[in-house]
């Protein structure tokens, strides 16, 4: 079994990055792994929002804290600004990531097509392999 050293989970404070920090926390315990969360504000909205934008990506980074030192694991967290796709494949390449944690919202067939998906960006330009959690129903 492949044994990741440095692990990147991307969480936007939803459900679906939640079963994902789940994952990334589970493979980082047992892997004796850095664990680092990035949550990236999309700030290309009007000025006004970016401040709000902002707290939320603290909020979702900080509940990920919590989460991860309920499991005795350390995580270390960073907020980028821009797209998120973009963000998440050059904090993977600045930080040597062996594996990139990020949830699902599980649209398949037309709705997969027509919808696109930060998920599926990352996945064609990660520079290491992308685990995809989807949250069961």
């Known amino acids: 079994m492949f044994e990741y050293k440095r692990i990147l989970v991307a969480t936007d404070g939803s459900e679906f990055s ?11 315990k047992k892997n004796n ?11 290309a909205r009007p000025w006004v929002l970016k401040d709000a934008i902002r707290q939320e990506a603290e909020k979702a980074l900080l509940r990920a804290k919590e989460l991860a030192e309920q499991e005795g694991v350390v995580l270390r967290t960073r907020i ?3 797209y998120p ?5 050059e904090v993977a390449k600045e930080l040597k990531s062996d594996l ?13 097509i027509l919808i ?3 998920t599926e960006r990352v996945i064609g330009g990660a520079p290491c392999p992308v685990l995809v959690a989807q949250k069961k129903e």
């Open 85 to 89: 796709f973009e963000k998440i494949i």
């Open 18 to 28: 939640d079963e994902a920090l789940r994952q990334a926390v589970s493979l980082a």
């Open 100 to 112: 990139i944690v990020m949830g699902s919202h599980g649209h398949t067939g037309i709705g997969k």
């Open 33 to 43: 792994a850095r664990l680092t969360a990035v949550s990236v504000a999309y700030t």
């Open 80 to 82: 980028e600004e821009g």
């Open 116 to 118: 696109g998906s930060v």
